[in-house]
């Protein structure tokens, strides 16, 4: 049984990942400026499968589009995780260990499960 539900929670987080991609960045230039504090360090991916801040940010713009990608992420996650007999803390964390993690670029910043953020 125990097998079964991870294969089903796998199976929610796969299609997370390909149906909601594009629901992360509410907007082309959210997106952009999301993409840019990743590259420069500002913001990086967590392991509970949100987007966080690695150093402080005035950017009012930025938290905005942070703030926006991660309520769509939550409601993904609650969906991914009710289709699936679980919750959303567990449906975001697989999406970090299955998509998100493995799509950091070399240079960029994540935290870990332990809260220290590592640099890939």
Partial sequence: MQLRKLFVIGAAVAALGV???AAFAQTASQKALIDAAKTQGVVG???DGY?????PSSDAELTAA???TNAARRQA???SGADAGTSADVAGA????????PR???GQWYRNAQGQWVQR
């Fill in 77 to 79: 996650y609650a969906r």
């Fill in 104 to 106: 950091i670029s070399s």
């Fill in 66 to 68: 942070v703030q926006t």
């Fill in 45 to 47: 991916e967590q392991a």
């Fill in 19 to 21: 149906a909601a991609g």
């Fill in 94 to 101: 697989r999406m970090f260990e299955g998509q998100l993690l």
């Fill in 51 to 55: 987007l966080g801040f690695r150093t």
